[in-house]
């Protein structure tokens, strides 16, 4: 069974733009309109906040802390299922970030993750497309850690075993015999771990791809063939013997260069690379795609309708791909939707013509007033 997820009530505190707002909500369909710059974004990344344990747009706690301030706070009242829960994340400059449900304290961040699965969708999102590979291996850590907590802490691990041997390599420097028992315990961890990851990436591609292509093929209403293809260097050969083979070219790299780390998730439109082959209009159909993939991936995984949210659609859409994608989550029976828009009617009178029940919020001023 599939449960929802409902916001009920969202208060900020000193949040970037925010001194201080609360927000009720009762519908599963929210509309938050106004102009640029007067704090829509920064509502749904304090939304962000609570499902993932940080800022979607700026990695620096301390910097999404209001000007002049010296800490923020932000609160949730949730339904999951018919179960009230209440989830608040507070911000102080110089020392740690504080996560709490239902007033008592996480030990760790990472035993959030996933308790609140999110999916959000902005403009910047094109990096996926354009950007290297690391922006898409992020995509899939996020998705997979959302739904499993083995993987996360096993990908917490690897980056820690990863950043010693890259440590041992600079301390070692270019020069001089390497000595390869210093690394072994390295080698082991990230052997071990690699591994594990490199598996669970491979179980997520196969179901990631078989939701992606028949979404892209629902929306773009097109005939050409989308494709994703991971690659991972764990392909190639045994990965203990990659680490040994290549100890005296990682000292002189000063860092580690094989392993899972280095994983690449490319995206091709008829065998042909998306970057520089597919129109503005492809790209976007191919983003939209990949981010309903990873919506029904983790409904399908946590069994909880994601939060879902939409930052400024029409600046990177048409008419006629925003009504596709509002029309595509009314026939998946979405869970709670956050639109954000700059035009006060557009996406109200969409949502009217496929009969979605909604609630109206005009933001301005770092306020929020119900319409």
Not at 248 to 266: K, N, Q, W
Not at 272 to 281: E, T, Y
């Amino acid at each position: 069974m599939i449960q929802d997820i409902q916001l009920k009530r969202l208060a900020v505190f000193q949040f970037k733009s925010y001194a201080e707002a609360a927000l009720d909500f009762s519908e599963r369909v929210v509309c938050l309109l106004g102009q640029n710059g007067e704090g829509k974004t920064n509502l749904l990344d304090s939304i962000h906040y609570l499902s993932a344990c940080k800022s979607y747009f700026n990695a620096i706690d301390s910097q999404n802390i209001q000007h002049g301030a010296n800490e923020c706070a932000i609160t949730g009242e949730f339904e999951i299922g018919e179960l009230p829960e209440l989830v608040v994340c507070a911000i102080r400059k110089g020392q740690k970030k504080v996560f709490k449900r239902n007033h008592k304290d996480y030990e760790r961040l990472a035993d959030h993750v996933g308790f609140i699965p999110s999916v959000i969708i902005t403009p910047y999102d094109i990096e996926l497309i354009l950007e290297g590979s690391e922006v898409r291996r992020k995509f899939i850590d996020s998705t997979i850690s959302q739904h499993s907590r083995r993987y996360l802490d096993e990908l917490i691990t690897y980056n820690h075993a990863l950043q010693q041997r890259n440590n041992l390599l600079k301390q070692l420097g270019p020069k001089g015999p390497i000595d390869g028992a210093l690394l072994e315990p390295w080698d082991a961890q990230l052997v071990h771990l690699g591994s594990a990851i490199h598996q669970a990436r491979q179980l997520f591609m196969q179901q990631f791809t078989e939701l992606f292509t028949a979404i892209y093929s629902k929306l773009s209403q097109s005939r050409e063939t989308p494709g994703i293809i991971y690659e991972s260097d764990l392909f190639k050969g045994d990965f203990e013997q990659m680490l040994i083979k290549n100890r005296e070219r990682d000292r002189f790299l000063e860092r580690t260069s094989a392993g899972t780390h280095r994983d690449e998730m490319s995206f091709t439109l008829d065998g042909f690379p998306l970057k520089k082959f597919a129109s503005q209009g492809q790209q976007k159909s191919f983003l939209i795609a990949l981010k309903l993939a990873q919506y029904l991936l983790l409904r399908d995984n946590c069994r909880k309708n994601p939060i879902l949210l939409l930052d400024d659609l029409f600046d990177k859409l048409d008419s006629m791909r925003v009504k596709n994608l509002l029309a595509w989550l009314n026939e998946n029976r979405a869970g709670q939707i956050f639109i954000t828009d700059t035009d006060l009617h557009r996406i109200p009178q969409l949502l009217s013509e496929l009969i979605m029940d909604h609630e109206v919020w005009e933001i301005k001023g770092a306020s929020a007033t119900k319409i």
